[in-house]
DNA sequence: GCCAGTTCGTAAATCGTTTTACCACGAACA
DNA sequence: TGTTCGTGGTAAAACGATTTACGAACTGGC
């Protein structure tokens, strides 16, 4: 092999802006002040730039241009499952925002744990992303030993709402507690279950709170009838199926995550029980399926494209001038009325 | 402003390799050997280097180790939608082989748009992304123009099974056809609709194939119903509707795609007709609320995890060696007989 | 015709890492 | 003692783009 330069074997590598520039009879300086123009170039040798690029199908080395430039223009994108819908939701909704914008995502799973949220995320830091989107595995993110004193710009999304240290942006979770439960209580409802997967993250005891909230300001405190699933469908359905087995049954289930909806439905099913007839839902989320589901669900759902467009606005504020204060957005949520809640039978 | 350096503005940037070098009173190339170790380093200069390290927090920079060794240990994902369940489990799993492997991975859609696709493609292209991951708009993937003459190592997912000038992995969709249809005609059924988004793909009419292929061998031929919907869920709903007009009712639905799946359902329902009583149906693909659905979807299934993981392997075998042949992958597909097609009532 | 000001091109420095080329120092061996 | 190795360290040359500093050529005003 005839190679003459040294280093790394090329095997046919791309052009580079010093075979531009000789083609076109320029110096690469002036090949960079044509494609990037911060300097004026006289019309001619423009034109001959932009040929001999054009010729040799030049693309620029971006991890050469980073690197003298100091950023990436590569956002690191952390959600904990990207099989769930609500974050591949978001994920969709960030690369469009990144393409829009000139830059690329770099999208990472935390699988929930917080060992494997760190090590991914120091990849991330290793990569020199501008900016991080983080649905974190724990409300005390970044406390936790394990993750280096200084990260990236970073803002939180949907988990970790109100940290100290970090913008977020989430959505009003208490909101959608309050708005869920207030809706079945004007049908009529004074028995209801609240149905949630865990207690260990704020925005699930939001949904909560919420609920409680509903309930007092109807003098329904003594009612309360909290049901804490876990992260299974069938952990969820198991539950509701003991909240049946009691004499006083609920007239109503609320669902406060989208794996609770399902595990009550299932349950539903496993008991015989008429939906809506003789059980009133309020589902979480919202979902393509649903839309050919008998009866059609009322749910409290999610803004997943306001959540996207404000975190991304929020980070790019963020990139922008890293020592203004912090951001914490309330995302309203969307009840949206249907078929599976009804007017308690007397 | 004392800075001394010039170059970008460096805002508190993080330690380079050669204040680690200096902190440990030896020279960034042993430094570089320590970390990466392609060279004997003596134990004690070693142990600085490591303290060294440890102390200042260093993080190699992965822009400059990148443009050095010429390969960025990064690969590009290129999908129609990512909000599309199928495509976020392919991700979902490609993530978690990248993390396994050290690489990352580039996240874009396409939109299912050609034009979009090339410049989505253009960008990783300059981001000099290893390899890349696609599953295509279309099925002659790279031939229109907008595409650079050569591509990094690709391997295409999903469509365009069987190109000429890239690997490919994919379902067996011939047998996914035949297997759908052969399990109702099994169950005595002989009027069966072919419900299929479009025929615009290979994917798609692989499956009407194997329909065809399964009514022929059963002297069936004459009694062939194929429709095509659509891409929305509406579309395929309304064309099924359309079949039930006529005199002779199809007695059973073999869905070819998800969205014509949940069409095909919603149209049994606005007829009116008792699912599985009084029309069968296989669906495709399977998902989460579908264990919560009524009845239980007897459906055809493709294998997102060796789709996944066979042709991340085929990937890194091409990057490996990039003049072997093509390799052409067929994965099968998974029959699940549940509840939602039964025997002919006559 | 001369001087200041503008325009535009080039050479060289720089980003932070890896890798090559070379050198110094011992140890082993004749 | 003189010659080879082997080991481990350093300086410097890459990688490919951007940007600064400088200078040549041209413009316009007097």
């Known amino acids: 092999m005839g190679r003459k330069r040294r280093g790394p074997p090329a095997s046919r590598s791309s052009p580079t802006i010093r075979d531009v520039a000789r083609r076109a009879g320029v110096s690469p300086g002036t090949v960079s002040n044509v494609l990037i123009g911060v300097r004026g170039v006289r019309a001619d040798s423009r034109l001959s730039v932009m040929k001999a690029a054009e010729a040799l199908g030049y693309k620029s080395n971006h991890m050469a241009s980073s690197l003298r430039r100091g950023h990436t223009r590569t956002i690191g994108v952390v959600v904990p499952d990207l099989s769930n819908e609500f974050f591949s939701g978001l994920v969709t909704h960030w690369e469009a925002q990144a393409a829009n914008a000139g830059y690329e995502i770099l999208v990472v799973s935390s699988g929930d744990n917080p060992d494997i949220e760190s090590r991914r995320i120091q990849a991330l830091i290793a990569r020199r992303v501008d900016g991080l ?4 595995a724990r409300d005390d993110f970044g406390t936790a ?81 909290l049901v804490i699933g876990g992260r299974s469908v069938d952990a969820c359905r198991i539950v509701i199926e003991q909240q049946f087995r009691q004499a006083a049954r609920p ?64 980070l790019m504020d963020r990139i922008a001038s890293p020592h203004a204060t912090f951001r914490r957005l309330k995302i309203p949520i969307t009840l949206s009325i249907r078929e599976s809640a009804r007017p308690v039978s007397d």
């Open 133 to 136: 989107l983080i649905a974190a």
């Open 145 to 225: 030993p394990g993750l280096p004193v200084s990260l990236p710009p970073a803002v939180l999304v949907d988990r970790a709402s109100g940290h100290k240290r970090f913008d977020t942006v989430s959505s009003d979770n208490v909101a959608a507690g309050y708005e869920g439960t207030s809706h079945l209580i004007k049908l009529g409802h004074r028995d209801i279950a609240c149905l949630t997967s865990a207690d260990s993250h704020v925005h699930l005891r939001d949904r909560v709170q919420g609920y409680r909230m509903a309930l007092k300001e109807n003098g329904l405190s003594g009612r309360e009838r």
């Open 251 to 314: 007239t109503a289930i609320f669902a406060t995550t989208f794996f609770s909806t399902l595990g009550a439905i299932k349950a539903i099913h496993e008991l015989n029980i008429a939906l809506p007839q003789d059980i009133s839902l309020v589902a979480f989320e919202h979902s393509e399926w649903m839309t050919v589901f008998q009866p059609y669900l009322t749910s409290v759902a999610q803004r997943r494209d306001e959540l996207a467009a404000n975190s991304w606005s929020v």
